[in-house]
């Protein structure tokens, strides 16, 4: 695939939140693969938020939708106050995500290598649109 | 008259009028004992006042020994009952009903008589009913000449049948039937509706007037006193619930609404706080004989448990999805992973298998308390077992593990000791590996677990990290939170792990 987004990916940083190690490996990989830098990965909401908010020059984010028993949404408010866009993953579905969330972009568990990529160029495709 | 009486002097009159009149009449406490009687009931019944005063009144006259006696006795006592039940009159158009005569040999013979009878209620000044008093025409002839017509079947039968009162009788008779038959109904459809399982209830007016209601409407609100007060006011506490709309609704437009899985917050229990609760259930217009709504008729059944069930369910379902979806995405990674170390595919497999087993392994620990955790030494033990029983020295106390740390240490632990038969202390016949721990702190538990590896062939620091290392140290970080400091000295691998145990709680 050589399109124009993927040059463009290159080198652009991305924040993991995911609390299985082994699952946050596979995405390290899935996006060292891209040409991303991956920032994190944080295991719990806390270090989400913190990352989230502190962590300079975000592209993009890939979110876990269920953090070690809570929900990453205080992660999701925060870059969407800083207007940086990401992508829910989730095992339950779409229909695990409350109203305020529902239609946003999400992946399903377990995930190949071209739904991230690809859910990653659409999410970032919008906010530079 | 019962005014009169009071006043006394007229007393002794009314006794005097009462046992002269030619009608017979007798007097019946409520256990159905004589309590009375004038001259033309003596006179009917061919007995003395001595020998009835105080007596049963169906041991005195027991209808003889004929083949109907059983059930004219029945439809008589059937008939004081009605009276003792609803204290309101009762008539028998016709019952037949033998009475002793003495016969020409001095035997007593029953001769079969036709009774017309009224029983009345004579309450006392609480308004219990003290006596029942019987007013009874001896019908015989007029029976017998009815009968005897209606055998004939002569052309002027009909006109003499009316004329002799045969056709008002059999009217009389016939209605007398349909009543009790009614009666008896209506008393079945009562009993049915205040037992019935579900819950009944019957409004009445635009206000929703409660007229009545069965056992299980009052135990679905506590049992309060709601008869004949409106809805609004019997249960306030469906204010902005909505179902007082509904009401108004079906009365305004006569159409019926039914609730199912209904949410209702109800006061079951005085000064308690509301109770939830779900119901199905229908709202449906009761109509008067002009066709216009009158009331609406109320019936359910509750389906709390019903509904709790599925959503518990759901929720299970769910977190399964979530439990599953997770190990997919974990056993992809490790997949993908292994992949990336190994160019041969046999190698590729075995290392592969051994990591799902791994997973496996501490999976089935787990299911064996239903996911409540692991103990630490049985996560060790299962996964160091494939290499010798005595190989691997497990020393420590007691140390209960959550779930997701079981899992954490389990595949761990089998990276260290998989790393351990290919290049450490397990790849030779007399290495062995210690493995000691211990907790520290009481409140937030602390645990240090030390990995010394002996006798193996002599160390050397790898040249590049593989899969294996990465996983370990970045298990103990991410999933964790702990920290590892290893070290590959000469004389054998040692690896120092210190991770919290009560993050959950903390948390």
């Known amino acids: 695939m050589t399109t124009p987004q993927q040059t463009g990916i290159e080198g652009r940083r991305v924040l993991i939140v995911e609390d299985e190690s082994l699952v946050a490996m596979l995405l390290e990989t899935i996006l060292e693969d891209m040409g991303c830098a991956p920032v994190g990965p944080a295991s719990t909401v806390d270090e989400g938020v913190r990352l989230a908010q502190g962590e300079p020059e975000l592209s993009c984010a890939l979110l876990d939708v269920n953090v070690a028993g809570t929900t990453v949404f205080p992660v999701a408010d925060a870059l969407k106050a800083r207007g940086v866009p990401f992508v829910f993953s989730t095992g339950y579905g779409e229909g695990g995500l409350p109203d305020e969330w529902r239609g946003h972009p999400t992946i399903q568990k377990p995930f190949t290598e071209a739904t991230v990529r690809e859910a990653l160029f659409t999410a970032m495709d919008i906010s530079f649109a | ?507």
Not at chain 2, 58 to 72: L, M, T, V, Y
Not at chain 2, 236 to 245: A, C, S, T
Not at chain 2, 357 to 375: F, P, Y
């Open chain 2, 1 to 507: 008259m019962k005014e009169l009486a009071k006043a006394g002097a007229i007393h002794a009159d009314l006794a005097a009028v009462f046992d002269a009149s030619p009608n017979p009449y007798m007097l019946l406490t409520p256990d159905l004992r004589y309590a009375g009687m004038n001259q033309a009931y003596l006179h009917a019944v061919g007995a003395t006042r001595e020998s009835l005063l105080g007596r049963p009144v169906f041991e005195a006259f027991d209808s003889g020994p004929g083949d109907k006696a059983a059930d004219n006795v029945h439809q008589l006592r059937a008939s004081f009952e009605r009276v003792l039940r609803t204290g309101e009159p009762d008539h028998l158009a016709v019952v037949e009903y033998a009475m002793p005569t003495p016969g020409a040999d001095g035997q007593v013979q029953f001769e079969n008589r036709f009774w017309s009878a009224t029983h009345t209620p004579v309450r006392d000044d609480d308004g219990a009913v003290r006596y029942i008093l019987q007013h009874t025409t001896d019908i015989t002839e007029l029976e017998r000449l009815r009968r005897q017509v209606a055998d004939r079947r002569s052309e002027d039968s009909s006109a003499l049948d009316a004329m002799v009162g045969g056709s008002v009788l059999k009217r009389a008779t016939d209605v007398q039937a349909a009543n009790r038959q009614l009666q008896s109904e209506r008393n079945q459809l009562v009993e049915m509706f205040m037992q019935a399982p579900g819950f009944v209830a019957v409004l009445t007016g635009p206000d929703h007037v409660f007229q009545m209601h069965n056992l299980a409407y009052g135990q679905l609100i506590g049992h309060r006193d709601i008869t004949g007060k409106p809805v609004r006011e019997a249960l306030p506490e469906l204010e902005g619930q909505g179902y007082f709309e509904f009401l108004d609704e079906v009365f305004a437009t006569g159409e019926t609404y039914e609730g199912r899985e209904s949410r209702v917050a109800l006061q079951r229990t005085p000064d308690a706080p509301l109770e939830l609760v779900f119901l199905n259930f229908v709202y449906q217009p009761i109509r008067d004989d002009g066709g216009r709504v009158a009331g609406i008729f109320v019936q359910g059944y509750e389906v709390t448990q019903n509904v709790l069930a599925a959503e518990r369910q759901k929720l299970m379902i769910d977190e399964l999805n979530h439990r599953v979806k997770n190990t997919l995405a974990t056993v992809q990674s490790i997949a993908m992973q292994t992949a990336r170390s190994h160019v041969e595919p046999a190698t590729f497999a075995e290392s592969f298998q051994s990591r799902i087993l791994a997973l496996s392994h501490t999976h089935n620990l787990l299911t064996r308390s239903h996911w409540e955790g692991a103990q630490l030494h049985d996560v060790l033990d299962h996964e160091t077992q494939a290499h010798g029983a005595h190989r691997v020295l497990l020393n420590g106390p007691l140390v209960a593990l959550e779930p997701a740390s079981a899992l954490a240490l389990g595949m761990i632990v089998h990276e260290l000791a998989t790393n351990a038969a290919k290049y450490g202390a397990l790849s030779v016949p007399d290495g062995r590996v210690v493995v000691d721990w211990r907790l520290s702190n009481q409140t937030d538990r602390m645990l240090t677990l030390s990995w010394r590896e002996e006798g193996g062939p002599a160390v050397a620091p790898p040249s590049r990290r593989g899969f294996g290392s990465r996983l370990v140290e970045r298990s103990v970080r991410h999933d964790l939170a702990g920290t590892i400091d290893t070290d590959y000295r000469i004389e054998g691998f040692t690896a120092e792990i210190t991770v919290p145990l009560d993050r959950g709680q903390a948390a």
